[in-house]
Structures are given as C-alpha cells and as structure tokens.
C-alpha cells in the first residue's frame, strides 16, 4: 500500500495538475495515509509560485513517513494552493 | 479571563444580526471555519429558526488546513448553507502576511462589487486586538473599503447607524462583546460543530487558525471543550500568539483594517 502511495506521488510531483490531484487524493484512503505535516522553509510565502518549494510529508497510522507531496497544482501558467486535495488527513505539524 | 452571561450575549448578537438583515438590501457573511465565524453562523441559525438566510464567504488562498476544508464541505452541507468560495491570491503587499494580508481584501472587494453586498457580517471580537476593540456593532467603510477608526458613530442606547457612503458598505460586528471563553462557553451550550483542529493532540493544538503557512500551534493538552474553557481559565498567552500576521511590525493590524481587512 505504502509502495503504492509512494508512486503515486512521484506521478503527482511531474504532473501536479487538478487530473493528477484527484487521481492523488482517491488513492489516499487507501494507501493506509492518516496524518500529514507541512514545510516550508524559506520563510514568508512572497506569491504562489513559492508553493513550488514547500511540500507535505504523508505518515501512515503508526505515523511513519510514508511519501512527500507537493501542496500546489498547476492550473494553466498558474499556481494554486492545493491542500483541499488533503481533505480527510489529519495534521501532525503539532 | 472574565466570563460573561452567554444568554446576554447571544441576545444581543441575535438582535444585532437580525436589524442587519432588516436594515441593508443585501447581507453576506464572512467565514473562516475558525471557532467565531461557526458561532456566529450558528446564531444566525437561531436567529432566523435554522435556516441561514444570507450567503456566507470563504475567501480561500488555496493554503487552508485540510481538516478546514473538510468541515467547511461538511458543515455547508448540513447547515444547508449558501456558501461563495472566494479564490485570493498570494503576492508581496506593502503590509500583513501574503497569503491573508491585504490580498483577502482585494479578493472580497471583488467578490462585493460584483454581488452588491452592502452589509457583510464579521465575527471580529473585542478582546482579540487592540485596534479591534476600537471597532462598533455596525461600521461603515467607504467605497474603497477605508475605514476610519477615528471618525465612528457613538452608538448610544442600541441605536446602530445605518447610513452609507454611496457604492460603501457596512461591516456588521455581532460577536464584538465575546470573550474568547464565551465564545467556547457558547460553542458547549450550544453543541456547536467545530473544527477539529482547535483541540489537543500529541500535546499541541491550535488555538487561533489562520493558513497552513502562518498559523503556528500552542503547547496545550486540551483535548475537548471542557479542557479548552478550563485551559483558558488560567493560561497567560495571548489568544492569536501563534499567528504570525500579528508578530509583524507594529500597528500593522490597524492598518490592515483601516484598509478594509477582516
């Protein structure tokens, strides 16, 4: 399942698209991912285009890293936030 | 932290929601899924017999925290809520954080010349902030959404001005009187939904939620409403000290209201 999880985020960084987030966000479920934790760490976001350098880290229920995802889709030239595709994990940034 | 009588409160909120919707053509409310916005959307509920008779706003910048996203999509559909979900950018402005600074503001002025809201309901309180305690029941901002803190109406004896500046509108303020532990007090009596967030795990939650890229959590180990009002009973740390936008330089938060943000 993991594995399986793993590849799909590797697809979703090449195509992070609104196709390739929904074909992200169904697998999640089942892929056995619970929790989830932001970074970013180049400081103030300054526009959109700095989503590009932050990520969040995917953890199963026993909270083990399971994959990182990119937390924007393109959309056209643009960029947007895409942490609505999460929906359903819960934060462990705590 | 003083605890008022909620039924007090909620009267007055009531009555203050209900002559907004009375008194302007055509209400929206803002809404964050934060703990004060869900309240005061709850007593719009009780205001109008369960049924919310205005659309409410989500200015969204696409950075939200999953679990808002999830109780925003479950909570408009059991409220039967007519929810406008705004898209904000995110760039460099001359104040505030980018992603919930004066870019909200660009996004909602949009949003109301376009729909023609000339009241929107805000569920700011006093306590929060120092320039928001400066702020009145009902609040007139001017066509480019300036407000002037310096020039209010007195509002003596309930009597809430009403009076526009042409293509202007009024910000409505029911939850002005709250304290933050009225408004957890509220949420109990009340059973109201909130979002899951705001409550302990591993030692950490969030006590004021903005996005995912500025909102930091408090060390706390309260883990339901109960544990949150006992918490607030005793904590020392100010309500938004996890909230970067107000760390910025000073009177930042003043400006960014006088120029119309939330």
């Known amino acids: 399942m993991a594995e399986n999880a793993k590849t799909l985020a590797e ?4 195509n992070p698209t609104t196709k390739g987030w929904e074909a992200f966000s169904g697998s999640l479920a089942k892929g056995g991912i619970k929790y989830y934790k932001i970074f970013y760490e180049k400081g103030k976001l300054a526009n959109k285009e700095d989503l590009r350098y932050s990520y969040a880290e995917l953890y199963d229920s ?9 937390i924007f889709r393109k959309d056209g030239a643009k960029i947007k936030g895409a942490t609505i595709y999460l929906s359903g994990l819960l934060n462990i940034n705590k | 932290m003083i605890q008022q009588d909620i039924n007090e409160l909620e009267e007055r909120s009531i009555f203050i929601i209900r002559e907004a919707k009375s008194k302007f053509k055509n209400v929206a409310a803002l809404w964050s899924m934060g703990k004060d916005s869900t309240t005061m959307i709850a007593l719009a509920r009780k205001a109008f017999l369960g049924k919310v008779p205005f659309p409410v706003i989500h200015i969204d910048n696409g950075i939200d925290f999953p679990e808002t996203y999830k109780f925003r999509a479950e909570l408009a559909k059991k409220w039967n ?3 406008i979900v705004v898209e904000s950018e995110i760039k460099p402005e001359m104040s505030g954080f980018a992603c919930c600074g004066a870019n909200k503001t660009v996004a909602l002025k949009k949003l109301m010349e376009e729909r023609g809201f000339d009241a929107l309901i805000v569920s700011i309180r006093r306590d929060e902030h120092g320039i928001r305690a400066k702020e009145r029941y009902v609040s ?3 066509r480019n959404f300036k407000w002037s803190y310096k020039d209010q109406p007195a509002e003596l004896w309930n009597d809430y001005s009403s009076s526009l ?3 202007g509108h009024v910000r409505v303020h029911p939850l002005l009187d709250f304290n ?5 007090n509220y949420i109990k009596k009340e059973k109201v939904p909130i979002n899951p967030l705001y409550f302990s795990r591993n030692g950490m939650r969030y006590r004021s939620l903005g996005c995912t890229h500025c909102t930091t959590a408090i060390k706390s180990n309260a883990r339901n409403v109960d544990d949150i009002i006992k918490e607030l009973g005793t904590t020392t740390t100010e309500e938004r000290a996890g909230r970067d936008q107000d ?3 000073e009177y930042v938060m003043q ?3 006088s120029l119309g943000y939330m």
């Open chain 2, 180 to 184: 933050e532990i009225d408004i957890w």
């Open chain 2, 255 to 257: 400006k960014l209201r």
């Open chain 2, 140 to 142: 007139p901002r001017d």
């Open chain 2, 247 to 249: 760390k910025e330089k």
């Open chain 1, 11 to 14: 697809a979703l960084w090449k």
């Open chain 2, 81 to 83: 809520l007519d929810l």
């Open chain 1, 62 to 70: 026993k909270e083990k890293a399971v994959c990182k995802v990119p």
């Open chain 2, 165 to 167: 500046d042409s293509k």
